[in-house]
T-cell receptor, first 113, second 112 residues
């Protein structure tokens, strides 16, 4: 069974630009959750999608958005990038509720210069 | 306000000894707890979980203990092995389908 795929793995952008990150969940999983990991802050929840609907949203500004497609693939977008957006963005795939075991992808390392 | 706290950023243990990683939570609505392990350049991987109806759950070398009255859980690794060196995250949720809340992690170093 293929694991969770995230693309790209590394990204360098400059302040003010926008970025789109992609996540392909495990086949058969209908839920995708996104997290931001920064040094010393652990994993902070961004949003969760289930069957193309946003089910939960974390405490992040509106510059952070996401969506899920009918094939369960998900994208997240960050507009007007700030230096503080530099982080590892992790996507987790799960079969149903957020309490189901979440399987994480390797992450996308975003650096904002 | 941090709802899940891992107060030790790092821990060093000798190979073969017990590693004890601690986690405290403040939200009394949490009823499901998990531990994840993360190696550099990889995503976190699920280790073990426990629901609030239990106070202990074992899986091989890993045991999680839950003390609901103290709002505290701990992960015991016995015996510790060098391959256990990683960052360990504690996470909590309530079964009402709310997102997982993660702690900031504890970096475990197992010294041979």
């Amino acid at each position: 069974k293929a694991g969770v795929t995230q693309t790209p793995r590394y990204l360098i952008k400059t302040r003010g630009q926008q970025v789109t990150l992609s996540c392909s969940p495990i086949s058969g999983h209908r839920s995708v959750s996104w997290y931001q990991q920064t040094p010393g802050q652990g994993l902070q929840f961004l949003f969760e999608y289930f069957s193309e609907t946003q089910r939960n949203k974390g405490n992040f500004p509106g510059r952070f958005s996401g969506r899920q497609f009918s094939n369960s693939r998900s994208e997240m977008n960050v507009s007007t990038l700030e230096l503080g957006d530099s982080a590892l963005y992790l996507c987790a795939s799960h079969a149903g509720p957020s309490t189901d075991t979440q399987y994480f992808g390797p992450g996308t390392r975003l650096t904002v210069l | 306000d941090q709802q899940v706290k891992q107060n030790s950023p790092s821990l060093s243990v000798q190979e073969g000894r017990i590693s004890i990683l601690n986690c405290d939570y403040t939200n009394s609505m949490f009823d499901y707890f998990l531990w994840y392990k993360k190696y550099p350049a990889e995503g976190p991987t699920f280790l073990i979980s426990i629901s609030s109806i239990k106070d202990k759950n074992e899986d091989g070398r890993f045991t999680v203990f839950l003390n609901k009255s103290a709002k505290h859980l701990s992960l015991h690794i016995v015996p510790s092995q060098p391959g256990d060196s990683a960052v360990y995250f504690c996470a909590a949720s309530n079964s009402g389908n709310t997102p997982l809340v993660f702690g900031k992690g504890t970096r475990l170093s197992v010294i041979a």
